[in-house]
C-alpha cells in the first residue's frame, strides 16, 4: 500500500511537470481591444473578393512588448461577398491580418471584430475572454456581424433585404493580438 501511494504521487508530479511544460497556443492572454475607423466604404453591390480593406487605430495598442501607435492601418481584404438578391440575404467575410506602422513596418497580427458601429458611437470594451461574437442587427445600421477568435476570418457582416453598405468612418472594434506564426515585423511596401 506504502508503494502505490508513493507510485500515485510520483505519476502525478510527472503530470503536473508534463502540464506546465506544454506550450499553450492560445492568444486569448495576449488580446487587446482595438478601436478603430473604417478608410473605406465597403458595399457588397460592388465589393469583390480580395478587394484590400483598411480602418485606422484611433487609439494606441499594445500586442505582446510591440507598440501599435494611434493612427496606426489594419489592413485586411474582402474573403466573400454575396450581394442581396431579390431582398435576399447580403453577406461580406472579411480578415485583417496585418497592422502597417507609420514608418511601413508590418506586422502579422490575428484579428476578431468584436463591433460594428455608426460613426461617433462611444464604443465599450469588450467582455473580457469573450471567444465569440453575435451582433444582431442594430438598428443604427442594421447588420448582423458573427466573428470568433478561433476562426481563420475576422468577421462576417450580413443583412436581410438589403446589400451591406458600410461607409467611410464606421467604427469597428477589434480583438488583436501577434499572428501565431509571426516570428516578428517584415518590411512594408
Not at 458595399?43 to 512588448?65: C, E, F, H, Y
Amino acid at each position: 500500500m506504502k508503494y502505490l501511494g508513493i507510485a500515485t504521487t510520483a505519476l502525478a508530479l510527472t503530470l503536473f511537470a508534463a502540464a506546465e511544460d506544454t506550450p499553450q497556443n492560445n492568444n486569448t492572454n495576449q488580446l487587446a481591444v482595438a478601436n478603430t475607423e473604417l478608410q473605406s466604404t465597403l458595399d457588397t453591390k460592388t465589393a469583390k473578393q480580395g478587394d484590400p480593406v483598411t480602418a485606422r487605430l484611433t487609439d494606441s495598442v499594445r500586442l505582446a512588448g510591440t507598440e501599435l501607435p494611434r493612427h496606426t492601418l489594419l489592413i485586411g481584404h474582402v474573403d466573400t461577398v454575396q450581394p442581396s438578391a431579390n431582398k435576399g440575404v447580403a453577406k461580406v467575410v472579411l480578415t485583417f491580418d496585418q497592422a502597417r506602422l507609420a514608418d511601413g513596418k508590418q506586422i502579422a497580427i490575428k484579428s476578431t471584430i468584436v463591433g460594428v458601429y455608426p460613426e461617433g458611437t462611444a464604443l465599450v470594451a469588450p467582455i473580457p475572454g469573450e471567444t465569440k461574437v453575435e451582433q444582431q442587427a442594430s438598428g443604427a445600421h442594421g447588420y448582423a456581424l458573427n466573428s470568433a477568435l478561433d476562426e481563420a476570418n475576422s468577421g462576417t457582416l450580413t443583412a436581410n433585404g438589403k446589400n451591406v453598405h458600410i461607409g467611410i468612418g464606421t467604427e469597428l472594434q477589434f480583438e488583436v493580438a501577434p499572428a501565431a506564426e509571426s516570428a516578428g515585423a517584415s518590411t512594408g511596401k
